[in-house]
């Protein structure tokens, strides 16, 4: 394992027979993602060229796989695969072939043979109410990743969740979760934020640091400016109806069939930062707005908690007066009895639920 | 969205722009000045500017096609297109899945990616030397 990571990555990518026009490819591909000048290409070039390939260890905590599957999705070699088969990912529970003792002892020789050096990334939430909510080979994710990011040269936090603890997060919280910043305090963090994040932004975090060996520019919540800099509002194609009053009012009235602004269909693009009104998905096809939804808000803090995907930003989330008026008699009545429905399932729930311990898991 | 009659698709720019174009054809204008005055090569990463449907292919059409096409198989089929002004190139890169990975405007006299490069003409030497011993 350690000879391997001696190769530079242009000798990795010379064996897997790719010419140097190839590489001209890539390179130009590789700084289009990470938004740098096309004039940088022959300095990416030439700092590819002679990259060391990093060890990796991948640590999946509560998570959906969407982040996973977002940067592997494809069959072909696209640039975000050359840039995962450049580096040595030593450590990723749903993609490696070992299981169980020897996928831990993966984990454990690639800390030790690289301490110090190694890239940490995390997809997922960490639980805190209870530390058996989520384990992995009998290990808390809170444990695992104390123990994995002492030895880390930087951690990548990838997806909402790893971020800012994304959909665990959410009210009522009932995990605890918490985000990967919550818990580390010593080590460079970059989160790349998302439900899921485009896949190039992923690979154009690594790609920096397979080019630069430095993490790029950062936000105030430690994400990388080149994809983060700018609102989606200010790079988005409808920008000029929004400026011009001229917005969706319903998904199949006449302003939605013109293409204008889906502002009022709630739309978080103009607090939401991300590179998908440029970048955009499958292959640079599209991104939701183009295709007529509004923007989620999903690379923000929160954004499950936000009052609503379908309410535009201008009107408050808690308006308790128009819920007052609209709450007649009837309504009054329903509400109670679903309350008193909703109380007593909890409660049988509570009773037959049984908390599993690490003991249980060592049986 | 209408048919060209070729089969293929093609998105109508609406009624409302983000106005790109004009200056993106300036940048090239003063791109291919500074080409005949210095020798200065320039770029243009189009992914990396908003543009609404229609816009893109309003470019394609603006600059046209000249004398030289040339397809590059590496990792995927590229199109390298001079357009109906010497000197501007259009440069697309393909997945082997035929997906775009990257779409530029290249002011040169011929993109360095059509050049043979020096490494490639290492590893042929060898391999002709190889074959004749």
Known sequence: ?363 | MKDTGTGELRVEAGEFLTCNVEPLLHEVRHGLARLLETGETTTIDLRGIPMSPGEEDRIMDELGQGEVKAQLSALGPSDIIETRFPGVWLVIHHNSENEVIGKFIEVCEIPQILRAQREDIHHGLAELAERLA
């Not at chain 1, 796989?65 to 069959?75: A, D, F, I, K, P």
């Not at chain 1, 450049?86 to 490696?96: E, G």
């Not at chain 1, 896949?199 to 080149?226: C, K, M, N, W």
């Not at chain 1, 194609?237 to 969706?248: E, M, S």
């Open chain 1, 1 to 363: 394992m350690s000879n391997e990571n001696e190769k530079t990555l242009g000798e990795v990518l010379r064996l897997q027979g790719i010419t140097r026009r190839g590489f001209l490819k890539f390179c130009a591909a590789t700084t289009s993602l990470m938004a740098l000048p096309p004039a940088m290409v022959s300095r990416v070039a030439e700092a590819l060229e002679n990259a060391r390939r990093p060890s990796v260890i991948w640590l999946s905590f509560q998570e959906c796989t969407g982040c996973t599957e977002s940067l592997t999705r494809s069959h072909s070699p696209t640039i975000e695969g050359l840039i995962f088969n450049a580096i040595s990912l030593d450590y990723h529970h749903t993609l490696q072939a070992a299981s169980g003792t020897a996928a831990e002892e993966a984990r454990k020789q690639a800390m030790q043979d690289n301490y110090g050096k190694y890239i940490l990334v995390v997809d997922g939430s960490i639980p805190q109410a209870n530390p058996q909510y989520s384990t992995i080979a009998g290990v808390s994710n809170l444990d695992m990743l104390e123990e994995t990011a002492k030895g880390a040269a930087a951690i990548v936090a990838v997806g909402s969740c790893a971020s800012f603890g994304g959909i665990p997060h959410a009210h009522p919280n009932p995990t605890g979760a918490v985000a990967v910043s919550d818990i580390i305090k010593d080590k460079p963090i970059i989160n790349v934020s998302g439900c899921p994040p485009i896949p190039v932004v992923i690979s154009g975090v690594l790609a920096q640091y397979l080019t630069f060996g430095s993490i790029p520019e950062l936000d105030e919540l430690h994400r990388p400016l080149a994809f983060y800099g700018k609102a989606i509002h200010d790079r988005c194609y409808r920008r000029p109806f929004y400026d011009k009053g001229l917005f969706a009012e319903s998904f199949d009235d006449e302003g939605a069939k013109k293409g204008w602004c889906l502002y009022k269909l709630g739309c978080k693009g103009p607090t939401t930062y991300n590179a998908c009104a440029t970048t955009k998905w499958n292959e640079g096809t599209s991104f939701p707005i183009e295709s007529g939804h509004p923007c989620l808000g999903c690379s923000q803090p929160d954004f499950w908690d936000g009052g609503g995907f379908y309410k535009a930003l201008s009107i408050p989330t808690e308006n308790i007066t128009r819920n007052i008026i609209y709450a007649s008699a009837a309504g009054i009545a329903a509400g109670v009895a679903v309350g008193v429905m909703n109380k007593a399932k909890k409660a049988r729930a509570n009773k037959s639920h049984q908390k599993t311990t690490i003991d249980d898991l060592k049986k």
